[in-house]
């Protein structure tokens, strides 16, 4: 095979195994796709830490899902380390393991990004309030998982996806918060 032809090949390689990776779970911004370098045989030696917002979002949902059936939740208690959590504490643990910095307190973490005030804005990612007791006054809070659902620490279950559409939390819904 001549050089033109190998490196070529080389180059498809890299191409195809870096759009492999994109279209897996690391999703790249153009800055970091264009930073990443490869070793001679065309393997992808280094890509960098610069990632889309998807990819952050998809590492929250994880992260927060990883924590169904390990937190118990306790009004106003914020014990990371026996994970006894409230609502807002469980929701600032899973986006402080993701580099996002949020107060304490649903009322509080209301405050913070972009609003979103209709159900069918809401973004994956973004942080759901909900009135749970007197009406439009925010005193619960989750993290809209997608398709209708959200994910939060509950008095009744623990942490668990639930249904925003339907049931229970049909509505009482207050809006959302977009941090993206």
């Not at 790249?28 to 030696?45: D, E, F, K, R, W």
């Not at 914020?78 to 402080?96: E, H, K």
Request: glycine fraction near 8%; charged fraction near 15%; aromatic fraction near 8%.
């Amino acid at each position: 095979m001549t050089f033109m032809k190998k490196n070529r090949l080389t180059h498809s390689v890299v191409g195809l195994s870096l759009s492999m990776l994109v279209a897996g779970t690391a999703l790249l911004s153009p800055q970091a796709a264009s930073a990443a370098t490869t070793t001679t045989n065309g393997a992808v030696a280094a890509v960098s830490a610069t990632a889309t917002s998807t990819s952050r979002v998809d590492s929250i949902l994880r992260t927060a899902k990883s924590y169904i059936g390990k937190v118990t939740y306790r009004f106003g208690t914020r014990n990371t380390s026996r994970l006894i959590l409230d609502c807002s504490a469980y929701t600032q643990l899973v986006f402080s393991k993701n580099g996002i910095t949020l107060p304490w307190g649903s009322k509080a973490q209301a405050k913070l990004g972009t609003l979103v005030s209709k159900k069918t804005s809401l973004s994956k990612g973004d942080l759901v309030m909900f009135s749970t007791s007197t009406p439009g006054v925010i005193n619960h809070v989750g993290i809209y998982i997608g398709n209708g659902q959200f994910i939060s620490n509950t008095a009744s279950s623990g942490v668990v996806v639930r249904e925003m559409n339907s049931g229970y939390w049909k509505d009482r819904f207050i809006m959302g918060r977009h941090f993206k």
